[in-house]
């Protein structure tokens, strides 16, 4: 397929770029040079993803926002499939939400995901393939290079044909257990922080957390190491980008959103004892200043109190009275 050759191409590319910056650092045939590479790749393809990310999330809560009505109409149209289809349509297309959207981003890696374990197949022939800016010389010495004595196009299912067969089966296991690890956790992330109870769809992302796993977990035997490096290294992306999404702008009525009105909270009140004023029940109150003038906030009127006064003064009108007394009978 012209597409999918493109792909290795760019891939090809984006790793012969990194490679020339990494080399003079690592050295020319290092494996940790070629490793990085990849680690690299993902960067650039998670940076150019991030505009469908940010649909991704846009759709998530969409969808979430008009689950009570496609629930209504799956009540209502329960009989008639083709009915139900043609309602849902109209609230997609009125509230603009793309089902679609919430994917985007995985089915849009899955040709570079691809693409990758090509390049790395063509890695492991002998000789190595060239592919594009991959000339014979540095496709030679991807194919030699080896992290911990794994040659990287090396996979747990042909460790045997590697130098050291253990080696490889126990980076690869390593490896496999952490992509599987974290894509749990990713789905796991987003399921407890940043969903709604009542949430519908729930249901069904608990299913994808469990399935997800064991579907790279299984063919994770036939991965190369490089690919298992991609994959691992987009999940970690994955988890810190969703933390800080989830944390930020959590979808309204979720865990997260309780959240960071506590800590919106929390905030107000540290500023508010800083600045000199109080806080009651969570809202700000300023306390007043000495020229009878607010901070900011709600002015409190304080009740002045009575001042104590001294003994002498308070003996002084008692000793006035009696002198105008005496005087007044002397007179």
């Given at each position: 397929m012209f597409l999918l050759e493109w792909l290795e191409a760019a891939v090809a590319w984006v790793l012969v770029a990194f490679h020339t910056l990494l080399a003079p650092i690592f050295g020319s045939d290092s494996g940790w040079s070629w490793v990085l590479s990849i680690v690299g790749l993902v960067v650039v393809i998670r940076i150019a993803l991030i505009p469908l990310f940010v649909k991704q999330i846009n759709a998530q809560r969409g969808m979430q926002l008009i689950q009570p009505r496609i629930k209504e109409i799956?009540?209502?149209?329960?009989g008639d499939r083709e009915k139900q289809s043609a309602e849902m349509m109209k609230i997609y297309?009125?509230?603009?939400?793309?089902?679609?959207?919430?994917?985007?981003?995985?089915?849009?890696?899955?040709?570079?995901?691809f693409a990758l374990f090509r390049v790395l197949q063509g890695i492991a022939a002998q000789p190595p393939t060239s592919i594009g800016p991959l000339t014979p010389e540095l496709a030679q010495s991807a194919h030699d290079a080896s992290i911990f004595g794994v040659p990287i196009y090396a996979t747990f299912a042909h460790a045997d044909e590697t130098p050291f067969p253990t080696s490889t089966k126990i980076l690869a296991v390593v490896l496999i257990i952490t992509m599987?690890?974290?894509?749990?956790i990713t789905q796991r992330q987003l399921i407890v922080k940043n969903?709604?109870?009542n949430n519908p769809m729930v249901k069904q992302q608990k299913i994808l957390m469990y399935v997800f796993p064991l579907i790279f977990a299984i063919g994770g035997f036939n991965f190369p190491i490089g690919v298992l490096i991609y994959w691992t290294t987009t999940n970690l992306w994955s988890m810190g980008q969703q933390f800080y999404v989830i944390r930020n702008n959590p979808q309204p009525g979720t865990p997260a959103a309780k959240a960071l009105e506590e800590r919106k909270k929390a905030k107000a009140a540290a500023k508010a004892a800083k600045d000199g004023g109080t806080v009651i029940q969570g809202e700000v109150v300023a306390s007043e200043t000495a020229d009878n003038s607010t901070n900011k906030g709600v002015t409190v009127q304080n009740r002045q109190q009575p001042k104590r006064q001294s003994k002498s003064k308070r003996q002084a009108p008692k000793q006035t009275s009696k002198k105008s007394s005496g005087g007044s009978s002397g007179g």
């Open positions: 799956q009540k209502k149209y329960a297309k009125e509230t603009g939400t793309n089902p679609l959207a919430s994917c985007l981003p995985i089915i849009l890696q899955a040709p570079i995901f599987s690890a974290t894509t749990f969903s709604a109870p």
